[in-house]
């Protein structure tokens, strides 16, 4: 199923070895992609709101000749999620999986672009919030265009089936179980493998890294309620004050990674919430606190868990604070990502496909990081489907050269260098993909 925009580039492309082929395809989409890239980072949409980036993508879809289904996905609260999935058959073979994300983030914008996103949404709170792509989803959504165009106009080089999967809310760790949930692969079929990837703010554009085994941490959100007895701010005798529970139970639990945890075994404990109290006069009834763990390993996580529970009773213990007030630790299941694991055997397919296609001097072998990731999920539990994300670099080289901070992902001033980013990460994925499917 050629498409007649490439038509083109089929012609001049006659002849030549594949390696060759695909970076042709790629250098004649750039300027378009470049393009597209900009409106996408222009018109970002939250978590759960994809609305129109999710009925653009499958558009692009459509264009390329793929049979589109949107609006596949079921949240844990039975609301509709906007995933997508695309469909080439293209005969006899494995059946390959290739994902993109699509939300944006709550973040305003200051990196000063003349394509900088000026969007404002409401939240699921109903509070009105910035919106951008600082993470970079826009990026991956451009590069699976691309992607979607070689494969289509290279069918000849392959056969078996591709599998395009928009993914939403990524970012809150839910996309992946709701589009599972919705019964993925029983409508669609059940992938042989699966790939994807993810630009990296350290790693410099024209570059691409993989990691075998643990490539990134799991994460598990909790709120922990430390529930006191309010009263007035001059007679703290009287009260249980939760704001000093709260403050003790910050420092006690840095103890966790540092003294309860192998040093073998990586994990991170972070708390980004408090919130109590009305007025400075009022010692309150009750502070929350929202914290996050991540892991490398499950037995880490559960003991973490425990570990937090033990704190929080005992620094209520400590103070005194009656049983039937005791704190509550509310660990939320669907916040649950797991460990991204990258299929040893897979990853060095995937790694030699990618020396082939942008050199060996371009491929990085990284280590693991504790930044989290849900498109494990599509391997389903115990890894029994191979999955690889690899890591595509978005950083001037100059930038990293000169020593200077570089801005991470999710922050407001976070740019990827778009173009050879895109040019490297449509060339790497497309040739990857043609090798799997040989």
């Known amino acids: 199923m050629k498409i007649a925009w490439l038509a083109c580039c089929l012609v001049a492309a006659q002849g030549a070895a594949w390696a060759q082929d695909v970076p042709s395809l790629v250098a004649k989409q750039m300027p378009e992609l470049v393009t597209m890239y900009q409106g996408l980072h222009r018109s970002p949409e939250l978590s759960h709101y994809e609305e129109k980036t999710s009925a653009w993508l499958a558009g692009e879809m459509r264009k390329a000749g793929y049979t589109v289904t949107e609006h596949i996905g079921k949240y844990a609260d039975g609301t509709q999620a906007y995933g997508i999935v695309g469909i080439l058959k293209n005969g006899p073979g494995p059946t390959l999986l290739i994902r993109t994300d699509m939300d944006a983030l709550p973040v305003e914008e200051k990196t000063g672009l003349s394509y900088a996103s000026t969007v404002k949404m409401k939240n699921a709170a109903g509070q009105e919030v910035s919106v951008m792509h600082a993470c970079g989803h ?12 070689v494969m289509a106009a290279e069918e000849a080089k392959w056969h078996g089936t591709l599998m ?6 990524e970012e809150l760790g839910e996309g992946a179980r709701a589009m599972l949930s919705d019964g993925l692969y029983e409508r669609f079929g059940r992938p042989d493998f699966a790939i994807a990837l993810h630009d990296n703010a350290g790693l410099a554009a024209g570059k691409v890294g993989i990691t075998p085994g643990p490539a990134m941490a799991g994460s598990n959100t909790l709120y922990v309620t430390l529930r006191g007895v309010g009263g007035h701010g001059a007679m703290p005798a009287s009260t249980k004050d939760p704001i000093v529970m709260a403050s003790q139970f910050v420092l006690a639990i840095q103890t966790i990674v540092s003294r309860q945890t192998l040093p073998t075994n990586p994990a991170v404990v972070t708390v980004g919430m408090i919130n109590g109290g009305t007025q400075p006069n009022i010692i309150p009834d009750e502070v929350k606190l929202g914290l996050s763990v991540r892991f490398l390993d499950e037995t880490v996580r559960k003991s973490i868990l425990e570990d937090i529970q033990r704190t929080a009773d005992g620094v209520a ?5 009656p049983a039937d007030r005791k704190p509550l630790v509310e660990v939320v299941s669907t916040h649950l990502t797991p460990v991204m694991y990258n299929n ?4 060095a397919r995937v790694r030699s496909a990618l020396v082939a296609a942008v050199g060996d001097e371009n491929v990085v072998n990284l280590e693991p990081v504790m930044v989290s990731e849900d498109f494990g999920r599509f391997g389903l539990e115990g890894h029994q489907i191979p999955t690889v994300l690899l890591w595509l670099g ?23 260098m778009a173009e050879p980013a895109l040019r490297t990460g449509v060339t790497a994925m497309s040739d990857t993909a043609i090798a799997l499917l040989q």
């Open 138 to 149: 826009d990026l991956h959504m451009t590069n699976m265009v691309g992607v979607a165009r």
């Open 164 to 169: 395009l999967v928009g993914q939403p809310a």
């Open 317 to 321: 213990l400590v103070a005194g604070v």
């Open 344 to 347: 040893p055997a897979l990853a």
């Open 394 to 416: 978005a950083v001037d080289p100059a930038k990293i050269a000169s020593g200077v901070p570089l801005p991470s992902l999710h922050s407001s001033v976070f740019a990827p």
